[in-house]
């Protein structure tokens, strides 16, 4: 079912760096590509998302960098917090149709303090 | 605005049992997903209702697996009988008709001993 292959698995950070997670997808009617933010026990939440008619979108410290012929968007978290410390999962749907979200692996991010 | 809700929190059965998860949308949103979380993975659509139809349910074990969606607003998953492998969080989503976002409540951890 893999539509979406997210890296690295887990990612180790200093406070006030940046934490780059890459994810490329296969299905070209793919429309809508989020972030989501998963703590433990908690379910995930939507962090940021873009559309493929803008290579990039930014929201604060989050950023989606988006490339269309490679097939490939990462997520950019700027000047790291300890509390980003998270599970985070890139995901696509084609928006016209079933809305079928497809989720990658996720990645799990920890800032040192 | 309440979120979307789901019990139990946590459920330990033994293998060739039943169980079942209990989840209430937000209100007003007509798209409801079962979501299979296993450890270290990312989440994987097992149904999707829109209202109470059956949009999608490709990825549903169908000799162990059932959900309903009565009325169209709550929803129950059953599994009967349960398999060790059965062992994950199942999360509840739900989005508004056509909606590209969704919301995630906390899931249910299941643990089939």
């Known amino acids: 079912q893999q539509q979406v292959k997210q890296s690295p698995q887990s990612l180790i950070v200093q406070k006030g760096g940046i934490s780059i997670i890459n994810c490329a997808y296969e299905n070209t009617a793919f429309d809508y590509f989020p972030w989501y933010q998963q703590f433990p026990g908690k379910g995930p939440a939507l962090l940021i998302a873009?559309?493929?008619?803008?290579s990039e979108k930014k929201e604060g410290r989050f950023t989606i960098s988006f490339n269309k012929s490679a097939k490939q968007f990462s997520l950019h978290i700027m000047d790291s917090q300890p509390g980003d410390s998270a599970t985070y999962f890139c995901a696509a749907s084609m928006t016209i149709g079933n809305n079928d979200m497809r989720f990658g692996a996720g990645t799990r991010l920890t800032v040192k303090p | 605005e309440a979120g979307v809700a789901q019990s139990p929190r946590y459920k330990i059965i033994e293998k060739r049992q039943s169980v079942a998860f209990w989840c209430n949308p937000i209100s007003g949103h007509a798209t409801l997903y079962w979501y299979q979380q296993i450890l270290g993975q990312g989440p994987k659509l097992l149904i999707q209702?829109?209202?109470?139809?059956?949009?999608?349910d490709s990825q549903l074990p169908k000799d162990r697996f059932s959900a309903e969606r009565l009325k169209g607003v709550d929803s129950t998953l059953k599994i009967q009988p349960a398999k060790l492998e059965d062992s994950a969080v199942y999360l509840c989503?739900?989005?508004?008709?056509?909606?590209?976002?969704?919301?995630f409540g906390q899931g249910t951890r299941l643990t089939v001993v």
């Open positions: 209702f829109q209202n109470n139809g059956v949009v999608d």
């Open positions: 873009i559309r493929p008619d803008v």
């Open positions: 989503a739900s989005s508004l008709a056509g909606g590209a976002v969704l919301f």
